[in-house]
């Protein structure tokens, strides 16, 4: 029993150093003028929306104190706005703007255009592959926490 685990835990290593491999990679095709934690902010208040401050810290896994300069970093810029929470005007909610969107659109696209062209240099048969991995990839990315 104890060997069949080990023989699962190897190919699960090789996968986890791949997928691994394979997120650095693309993260490098990003590009430059926003660190990673800006731009995954960003990021999450545009597909989910306005978060409280204290949320955004939690998601993001940055302090508070963090948080708060990233954003007023972000404002300054003018990609984010602190506004009142419509529900409770005590509460500020930070939200994406129309540039941080523009932003955010112009660099999901250069990363779009990058993969494209590395995708073209694969034979056939490798973006047949590819594309046969696609569904369960879409999987595994559905189980990771946002």
């Known amino acids: 029993m104890e060997v069949a685990s080990l023989v699962v835990d190897a190919g699960h290593a090789d996968l986890a150093t791949t997928v691994q491999r394979l997120f650095t990679a693309l ?9 990673l934690t800006a731009a995954s902010t ?3 208040l545009d597909r989910e929306g306005p978060h409280r401050l204290t949320e ?4 993001e896994g940055v302090t508070q104190p963090a948080m708060t300069q990233l954003v007023s970093r972000l404002e300054r810029d003018g990609l984010a706005a602190r506004a009142a929470d419509p529900e409770d005007g005590r509460v500020v909610l930070v939200e994406i ?3 941080g969107r523009e932003l955010m659109s112009r660099r999901r696209q250069i990363r779009a255009d990058h993969i ?8 056939e048969a490798d973006r047949r592959a590819v594309d046969a991995a696609l569904p369960v990839l879409n999987r595994l990315a559905d189980l990771i926490p946002q």
Request: no cysteine; hydrophobic share 45%; net charge positive.
């Open 42 to 44: 960003l990021a999450r």
């Open 56 to 59: 955004l810290a939690a998601k």
């Open 97 to 99: 703007t129309a540039a």
């Open 27 to 35: 993260r490098r095709l990003s590009p430059p003028g926003l660190s």
């Open 116 to 123: 494209n062209e590395i995708l073209g240099t694969l034979s």
